[in-house]
């Protein structure tokens, strides 16, 4: 008799693999951004247990480091769209944390984006152009 359950392999999944907190900034149109986040197991268990403040707060930075905008929601939530005021200059998002000390800290950083107004006037032509 052939033990069915020795012959089964264990397929790691990205899930799997990457086990640490991330976040990714995805530019919408001119104006917003979206923004995504995964946190690790052990993240999740520290926000679960009270040992962090279920609010997470977004920061968006422009590359030289000035604050554009920023944002307060629920670790959980895992995705929002973010208003951003202004436009074209390399943008990137920062999670931050506040633990049951007060202390804040940073927990995940987002890849840098450029909104760009071309882009959309780009859309706008196409469309226009083959509706036509």
Known sequence: MSNEINDI????????ILN???????????????LFWKFSSYKLSEFENSFLDRNITIRVFEKNGNKIAEI????M??????????AGLPIYAVI??????GNIG????????????ERELRKE????????
Not at 9 to 16: D, L, Q, T, V
Not at 72 to 75: A, L
Not at 77 to 86: F, G, L, N, V
Not at 106 to 117: F, K
Request: aromatic share 20%.
């Open 96 to 101: 931050y944390v506040k633990d049951k000390y």
């Open 77 to 86: 939530s895992s995705k929002i769209y973010i208003a951003i005021p202004q």
């Open 20 to 34: 640490e907190n991330y976040c990714v900034a995805i530019p919408v149109n001119s104006e917003k951004i979206f």
């Open 72 to 75: 307060e929601t629920d670790y």
């Open 125 to 132: 032509y196409n469309y226009l152009r083959w509706r036509y």
């Open 9 to 16: 392999e264990f397929k790691h999944s990205p899930r799997s």
């Open 106 to 117: 940073e927990i995940a950083r987002s890849n840098e984006v450029t909104l760009s107004y």
